[in-house]
């Protein structure tokens, strides 16, 4: 079984600060794609990554996917409040099976 | 956003009755998936189709069922509803290309008492 672990669980930082969250796991992933979910809200795609050492960047997020194909972060530059959520990432493995990780939960503080 | 809705987006039962969770879709999306969301469990899969009449287990089925008559509508029933089964269910659909990007529904949220 496929599993995705994700560092940290929670997360709380002042407006402006920089972070990064972490997706890891010991299996390789043809894809891997991360989510942003606000409360009451179903996740909303962000990203996917599909390449070793890829690295994509959406206005001031940076999204890195690990060489190996088996690990990826998230990096925030001067986080702002509307960054605040539930940060998932999610494996896939050629359509064959999808699997997401617990998340990593954010708060920014203005 | 993708034209996903979910309905009920809230419900209240009792243990023992049966739920039906509906899933519509306008976007013409040949996969639909089924999740269920738990604090420290993130999502995890409940069943999935990839066409009309042809759906397949996921992680966490046992209780579950599903039906997909047609391709907008994706059916989530619950038999005889347990406490355990209090949670937020999501749909999702996908259009497989070249990745595999999801595209949520709203949820819903049901509690059995």
């Known amino acids: 079984t496929q599993l995705l672990e994700q560092s940290p669980q929670f997360l709380s930082i002042q407006e402006g600060e920089n972070l990064t969250v972490y997706c890891n796991s010991s299996s390789v992933f043809s894809s891997l794609q991360w989510y942003r979910q606000e409360p009451g809200e179903g996740p909303v795609l962000l990203v996917t990554v599909v390449t070793g050492g890829e690295v994509k960047k959406l206005k001031r997020l940076t999204f890195q996917f690990g060489d190996a194909r088996k690990d990826s972060s998230l990096h925030i530059t001067a986080a702002q409040p509307g960054d605040t959520g539930l940060y998932l990432c999610a494996g896939d493995n050629y359509g064959q099976n999808f699997v997401f990780g617990p998340g990593t939960r954010l708060s920014v503080l203005p | 956003d993708a034209g996903i809705t979910q309905s009920p987006r809230h419900k209240v039962t009792e243990t023992g009755t049966p739920v039906t969770l509906r899933c519509h879709q306008t976007?013409?999306?040949?996969?639909m998936y089924w999740y269920r969301q738990d604090p420290g469990h993130g999502l995890r899969l409940i069943h999935y189709?990839?066409?009309?009449?042809?759906?397949d287990k996921g992680e966490v089925s046992d209780g579950y069922s599903v039906s997909r008559s047609k391709t907008e509508d994706f059916l989530l029933t619950l038999e005889s509803a347990t406490s355990s089964q209090t949670s937020v269910y999501f749909c999702?659909?996908?259009?497989?290309?070249?990745?595999?990007?999801?595209?949520f529904g709203p949820g819903t949220r049901l509690t059995v008492t």
């Open positions: 999702a659909i996908s259009e497989h290309r070249v990745t595999y990007e999801q595209y």
């Open positions: 189709s990839y066409g009309v009449k042809d759906t």
């Open positions: 976007e013409n999306h040949r996969y």
